[in-house]
C-alpha cells in the first residue's frame, strides 16, 4: 500500500514495509544483517539558527502542532523501543531539542526504563547549546548523561555568518555549564563549508583541547537547502586531516577505539594545546552504512531508517488510532528490515531526501 502524506513540507511516500524473509526476531534487524541499537528522536523541527548547510536562510515552515507527537506519545514509543526492539541507546535531536519545553520532563520519564538487558539505556542530547547554560543542570539531574554540542568556529563572525546568527558567546557559554555539571564528555560537532569556515579545523581543534571537549568533524552531506552542495567542493576528511597535521601531531587510534562508532578518532600529542582526540565522521567519502545501528523517530511520528532514505513508514497514525504496543513495534520492525545496503550518495541517480536534516533529526 502506497499513500502520500502532507506535512506542510515537501510530501514524502509513506508505504507498508514489505516484510517478506524477515527472521523471527524481536530486534531491529535488517536484510543485511544490521541491528538498529541507537535511536535518535527529533522532538521539534524548529530551530533558533539558520545554518548554511542544514537550513535556508528564510527557515521552513513548521510543522503545525497536531501534526507532532505529544510528550506522552514520545515517551511511550521510546519505552516500546527499550522494551520489545532492543534499543540499548537514545539520542534526542531536531531541529533544536531545547526549543522543547517538555524535554526535562521526557528525559526524567525515559531515566526511570530500563531496556531489554535491564540497563538503563544511556541518554545524550545533540544541539547548538543556545540557551543550554540555563538548563544544563535541571537536565543533569533529569538523568541525561551527555551533550553533543555544534560550534563551527570559535570566530565570532564566521560563526554569524554560517549560523545566520551572531549567538557564538551563548554556545560557548552553554558547553562550559554543560562541563561543569557533568553532561560529559561534551563532543562538540562541526562542519567545515568551502568558503565560509574551511580555515576553522585548527582553531576549533585548540579550543576543544584547551577546553576537554571531543571535537568530531561531519563531512557536510547532501541535506542542507537544495544545489547548496556540490561533491567537488566538499571538504573531505582528507583535508581535515591534512589541516590539522601542519598543526598538530595526530595518531590514529584504530578501530578498537571507534567500535560502531561511525567517527574515525585521533590521540592528539600535548604541544602548545593539551592531549586529547579529535573525530571525523566521514559520511561521504567513507561511509560507514555497513555498520550502521542507527533508527530514527521524526517529530511527526515517522520511522525513517536512513538519514538519506526516500521512504518513511508512520506509527503516529497508528498509534492514535488506537495501535498496541505489539503492532507498533511490529510496524517497526518492518520499517527497519527494508533498509537499504546504503547511502548512495556516490551512485548516479542519487536523490536528496524531501526533507531537510533539520526535519529529519540529526
Ligand atoms: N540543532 C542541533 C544541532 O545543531 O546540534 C541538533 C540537530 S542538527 C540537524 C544535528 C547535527 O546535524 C549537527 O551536528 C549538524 O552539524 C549536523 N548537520 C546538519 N546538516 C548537516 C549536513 N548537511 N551535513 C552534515 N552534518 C549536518
Ligand atoms: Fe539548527 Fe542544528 Fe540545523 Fe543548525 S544544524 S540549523 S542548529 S538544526
Known sequence: MTG???????????????VSGRPNTPLLTDRFGRIGRDLRVSLTDKCNLRCQYCMPEEGIDPLP?????????????????????????????????????????IVGQVSHMTNHLGVKPEMSLTTNALGLA???????????????????????????????????????????????????????NAVLMPGVNDDQASPLLAFCLDNGYELRFIEYMPLGPRGSWKRGDMITAEDILDMLEKDFTLTPLGDTVRGTSPAELWG????????????????????????????????????????????????MGMMRDGASDDEIADRWRGAMWIKKAGHGIDDEGFLQPDRPMSAIGG
Open 4 to 18: 502520500s502524506i502532507s506535512l506542510g513540507i515537501p510530501s514524502v511516500r509513506s508505504q507498508e514495509p514489505d
Open 65 to 105: 502542532n497536531d501534526r507532532l507527537l505529544n510528550d506522552d506519545e514520545i515517551v511511550r514509543l521510546i519505552s516500546i523501543a527499550l522494551d520489545k526492539l532492543g534499543i540499548e541507546e537514545i539520542r534526542f535531536t531536531g531541529g533544536e531539542p531545547l526549543l522543547r519545553k517538555g524535554l526535562e520532563s
Open 268 to 315: 592528539v600529542a600535548e604541544g602548545e594545546h593539551p592531549a586529547g582526540r579529535v573525530g571525523i565522521i566521514a559520511s561521504v567519502t567513507r561511509p560507514f552504512c555497513g555498520t550502521c545501528d542507527r533508527t530514527r523517530l521524526t517529530a511527526d511520528g515517522k520511522i525513517r531508517n536512513c538519514l538519506f532514505g526516500q521512504s518513511e513508514i508512520d506509527l
Open 134 to 188: 540555563k538548563r544544563a543542570g535541571k537536565l543533569k539531574e533529569a538523568g541525561l548523561d551527555r551533550v553533543n554540542i555544534s560550534i563551527d568556529s570559535i570566530d565570532r563572525e564566521v560563526y554569524a555568518k554560517l549560523t545566520r546568527r551572531d549567538r557564538l558567546k551563548d554556545a560557548v557559554e552553554g558547553a562550559k555549564v554543560a562541563q561543569e555539571v557533568g553532561l560529559t564528555p561534551v563532543k562538540v
